[in-house]
């Protein structure tokens, strides 16, 4: 059926593009940074664990969401990893071809989504290590609770989904890489920031709306282990609004010939 053709479809081109980055130096450029700065939060991690007068918890809400260093680092893998899904393809010339390709637009966008997820998922893996070198070196005196770090990474998980798609999206939209980088740069920023303008305003209905969407206290739910379905409903909610417009925008550009 249809769908069948979608998902053979979307399963084709996300082992082309997953290939692409393996073999640009820009996915291993951004492997080798995003071990080094997730190495240096371990570093800073194992720091605060070895203080006696450590807080309960604030171990796994440094780690996850708990800096600035997760977040700039986060939107700027997310913009480096999305600008080339339909802008490069626009730049390289085979923006043409891969529409004349026979699988539709929503293949083609699924599949590019799939391929940045994947990548994103597969440079988490590797941080699973200090979470078993954060369990051995706090010995048998300290008790770690999984319930947060399994949290933590799906918090992570739902967070880099949603951003994700809104780099799709704007890679579709965007006229070049740079432009499709920058610009998703800008609106995560200004999605993360939001939690920040919560602090600033008055009427009682925008503070429950900011607070709803505030990354922050969304992250800091995670780390301390507490699972909020809204969350989870809102995260999916963004990257299902996303790249249904990604596909919509995939389709105009097909009608125009470009």
Excluded at 12 to 41: D, H, K
């Amino acid at each position: 059926g249809r769908g069948g053709r979608v998902v053979r479809g979307a399963l084709s081109i996300c082992r082309r593009e997953l290939w692409g980055y393996l073999a640009s130096p820009l996915g291993w450029i951004l492997a080798a940074l995003f071990l080094l700065v997730q190495g240096y939060s371990f570093y800073m991690f194992v720091g605060l664990l070895s203080r006696p007068d450590s807080p309960h918890g604030a171990v796994m809400q440094l780690f996850f969401g708990g800096t600035l260093l997760y977040w700039l680092f986060l939107i700027g893998v997310v913009s480096a990893l999305t600008m080339r899904a339909v802008a490069g393809e626009r730049r390289a010339g085979t923006l043409e071809t891969l529409l004349a390709a026979p699988v539709g637009d929503a293949a083609i966008v699924l599949g590019k989504y799939l391929a940045s997820l994947a990548f994103f998922v597969s440079l988490w893996l590797p941080t699973g290590v200090y979470v078993g070198l954060l369990w051995a070196l706090a010995g048998s005196g300290v008790a770690i609770d999984s319930g947060p770090v399994v949290a933590g990474y799906l918090g992570t998980l739902l967070v880099g989904a949603s951003c994700l798609a809104v780099g799709i999206l704007v890679s579709t939209l965007a006229p070049s890489q740079i432009v499709a980088a920058l610009g998703t740069f800008v609106v995560l920023a200004i999605f993360v920031l939001l939690g920040v303008v919560e602090l600033l305003v008055q009427a009682t209905w925008l503070k429950d709306l900011l607070r709803f969407v505030n990354l922050f206290e969304q992250m800091d739910d995670f780390a301390r282990g507490i699972v909020d379905t809204r969350h989870v409903v809102l995260h999916l909610s963004l990257v299902g609004f996303c790249l249904s417009a990604a596909v919509l925008a995939l389709a105009r550009l097909r009608r125009e010939g470009r």
